[in-house]
């Protein structure tokens, strides 16, 4: 039994070799509801609250703004780029256009309603909108 579980361990550790990157992690900890702050951006209880730290905490809460899009059935890569680019959550549709294609996910979008965080980069995009509805 020690045997097997020792087998099954060293299996299990080759199969799931992963490589675990920053955006990999923010990508999954986003996807379980999780918020990530940057340390910067938190406000010591020691110091004085002035206008600038004020204007800190305005920007880092931009960062949690979600937008509500919606792929309908049918839309390609080119019709969801200019629906992402049309609510901000893109600046550049070729480049993303350009980054699905390295990824290999041009005919993996789904359609349906999708919520993103608008400062979301094209990786965290294109994992969200092409996730399977059956992983979901």
């Known amino acids: ?78 019709d969801t780029a200019r629906i992402l680019l049309d609510n901000g959550l893109i600046d550049n549709k070729d480049k993303f256009l350009e980054k699905l294609h390295e990824r290999e996910k041009e005919n993996k979008i789904q359609y349906g309603s999708f919520v993103l965080k608008k400062y979301s980069n094209y990786d965290e995009i294109i994992d969200i909108i092409t996730k399977s509805k059956a992983n979901k």
């Not at 060293?10 to 379980?32: F, G, H, P, W």
């Not at 940057?38 to 880092?60: R, T």
Request: charged share 30%; proline share 1%.
């Open 1 to 78: 039994m020690g045997i097997g579980l020792v087998i099954s361990s060293i299996i299990n550790i080759n199969i799931q070799d992963r490589i675990l990157t920053d955006n990999y992690i923010r990508v999954e900890a986003s996807k379980r509801g999780f918020v990530i702050i940057d340390p910067g951006d938190l406000i010591s209880k020691d110091k004085a609250i002035d206008k600038n730290s004020n204007n800190k905490v305005l920007e880092s809460n931009k960062y949690a703004e979600e937008i509500k899009i919606e792929i309908t059935q049918g839309c390609n890569s080119d």
